[in-house]
């Protein structure tokens, strides 16, 4: 039953190819129960951000749920690309696929390293799949740990010091194109999260005056009256806005472009000689590259904000090598359960039977001896529990032993247990070996 991570992130594929396998918010669910009625997909969740979009599944059978979840990113939504996407995708197995996710939690493998939001975004999959119920014991367990190993890393370690966030980072780039922010006019499109966090920085920046756009007008003013900073409008005067701006700032959840040159080119004649910035940290993006061919604008993607703030990660890169241990012990703790699963039919049906045998063997003394007084019945079954409690605490203690040191060995067990005292296990023992992380142990 092997875990898998099946994804393309900022490291293997351009914004471009990325925001052509972007899911809206909005059908999260939809796809979740697409994924859960695979054949071979036992549990998925999906991890979407701005850089990356990944599906941890726990599969049946290796091969054929690669295979499927490889068809389930190629057509679902998405029809035609004009590209061979197996380019793009990598493919993680067992122990390789946990260690991805918990480096994901802890920002190491962040398109900025400890990024804030990507904890966030972790737990939102997590509760996506718990909505959508595609999601089971082993993944729960998979991304509790993830989540755990996310705030550990950030407590205690500087990986989060001075932390950059997505939105942050566009503030940034923008202050290193213009010089300042000082005294400028923005305009932000989109007023979910990474809207929020812009306006407030933006106002510690010193813009003179933002605007917020947004499809929905009354998000857009809950945006400017949070921070006490702004004026909302409605997305559909965005080209008024723009006419103003020095700098506009995009990240919404459309699935279209939003700055288009049928809009954006009219702003311009309205200002000629005067320049205008965009940055569209939107996947899929926001912007239409064809705008960067309009007379005096500029235009920054999200693939482009890396190297804006790589020179301020030094404090950062330090606590790599720390978070790297405790991402290392993380996934030893968590190799461990996934192998002792394989105890759990094992230790339940022996125990089970040991009671039945107790139980019927009680029922029998007690018919051949009415005279028992309760008092003298309550003893009886209590040795006759330690007695059996006894017999079999070793051999308990014995096999969840062996599952956390040599699958194998505590599989040989298992099988002896099962043909010595008819457990009828043989199935569930095969089904519950742990293949993936035992055959990736080494990395």
């Known amino acids: 039953m092997p875990i898998v991570c099946i994804g393309l992130s900022h490291h293997t594929a351009p914004v471009e190819v990325r925001e052509r396998h972007a899911f809206p918010s909005s059908r999260m669910g939809e796809a979740l129960v697409a994924l859960r009625d695979y054949r071979t997909v036992r549990e998925a969740v999906m991890l979407q951000t701005c850089g990356r979009l990944e599906i941890y599944a726990d599969l049946d059978d290796y091969e054929s749920g690669v295979a499927e979840i490889k068809s389930f990113l190629s057509n679902f939504r998405h029809g035609t690309t004009g590209y061979d996407i197996e380019s793009f995708l990598?493919?993680?197995?067992?122990?390789?696929?946990?260690?991805?996710?918990?480096?994901?939690?802890?920002?190491?493998?962040?398109?900025?390293?400890?990024?804030?939001?990507?904890?966030g975004q972790v737990k939102d999959a997590y509760v996506q799949a718990q909505r959508a119920e595609s999601i089971g014991k082993c993944l729960h367990k998979l991304f509790r740990e993830a989540l755990a190993v996310?705030?550990?890393?950030?407590?205690?370690?500087?990986?989060?010091?001075?932390?950059?966030?997505?939105?942050?980072?566009a503030v940034e780039a923008a202050r290193t194109r213009l010089g300042t922010l000082a005294g400028r006019s923005i305009v932000i499109v989109g007023a979910g999260k990474m809207g929020r966090t812009a306006v407030r920085r933006l106002r510690q920046e010193g813009a003179?005056?933002?605007?917020?756009?947004?499809?929905?007008?009354?998000?857009?003013?809950?945006?400017?009256?949070?921070?006490?900073?702004?004026?909302?409008?409605?997305?559909?005067?965005?080209?008024?806005a723009v006419a103003t701006a020095d700098v506009v700032l995009a990240s919404t959840g459309a699935s279209d472009f939003v700055l288009t040159p049928a809009l954006v080119a009219p702003a311009m004649a309205q200002r000629p000689g005067r320049s205008l910035l965009v940055v569209d940290i939107a996947v899929p993006r926001d912007a239409d590259p064809a705008i960067a061919?309009?007379?005096?604008?500029?235009?920054?993607?999200?693939?482009?904000?890396?190297?804006?703030?790589?020179?301020?990660?030094?404090?950062?890169?330090?606590?790599?090598?720390?978070?790297?241990t405790i991402v290392g012990a993380a996934v030893d703790g968590f190799a461990h359960w996934y192998r002792s699963r394989i105890t759990v039919p094992v230790i339940a049906t022996l125990t089970q039977k040991a009671?039945?045998?107790?139980?019927?063997?009680?029922?029998?003394?007690?018919?051949?001896?009415?005279?028992?007084?309760?008092?003298?019945?309550?003893?009886?079954?209590?040795?006759t529990m330690t007695i059996v409690s006894?017999?079999?605490?070793?051999?308990?203690?014995?096999?969840?032993?062996?599952?956390?040191?040599?699958?194998?060995?505590?599989?040989?067990?298992?099988?002896?247990?099962?043909?010595?005292?008819?457990?009828?296990?043989?199935?569930?023992?095969?089904?519950?070996?742990?293949?993936?992380?035992?055959?990736?142990?080494?990395?």
Request: aromatic share 2%; glycine share 6%; net charge negative.
């Open 390 to 443: 006894k017999l079999l605490h070793s051999v308990i203690l014995k096999i969840r032993e062996k599952a956390s040191l040599d699958r194998d060995e505590v599989l040989s067990h298992a099988r002896v247990l099962d043909e010595l005292f008819d457990l009828h296990l043989a199935e569930r023992i095969a089904d519950l070996l742990p293949d993936a992380l035992a055959a990736d142990a080494g990395g």
């Open 150 to 169: 996310g705030k550990t890393a950030r407590s205690q370690t500087a990986i989060g010091s001075e932390s950059v966030s997505v939105a942050g980072a």
């Open 90 to 119: 990598y493919t993680l197995l067992g122990r390789q696929a946990v260690e991805h996710l918990f480096r994901v939690a802890s920002g190491l493998d962040s398109m900025l390293v400890g990024e804030a939001e990507i904890l």
């Open 208 to 240: 003179a005056h933002v605007i917020v756009a947004n499809r929905t007008l009354a998000n857009a003013r809950d945006v400017v009256r949070d921070a006490g900073f702004g004026e909302a409008i409605d997305v559909t005067d965005l080209g008024r």
């Open 293 to 324: 061919e309009i007379p005096n604008v500029a235009l920054v993607d999200i693939d482009d904000l890396k190297s804006v703030v790589d020179r301020n990660l030094e404090t950062r890169r330090e606590a790599i090598p720390a978070v790297e």
């Open 355 to 383: 009671e039945t045998i107790r139980s019927a063997e009680l029922e029998r003394l007690f018919a051949r001896c009415p005279e028992l007084t309760p008092r003298e019945r309550a003893l009886v079954e209590g040795a």
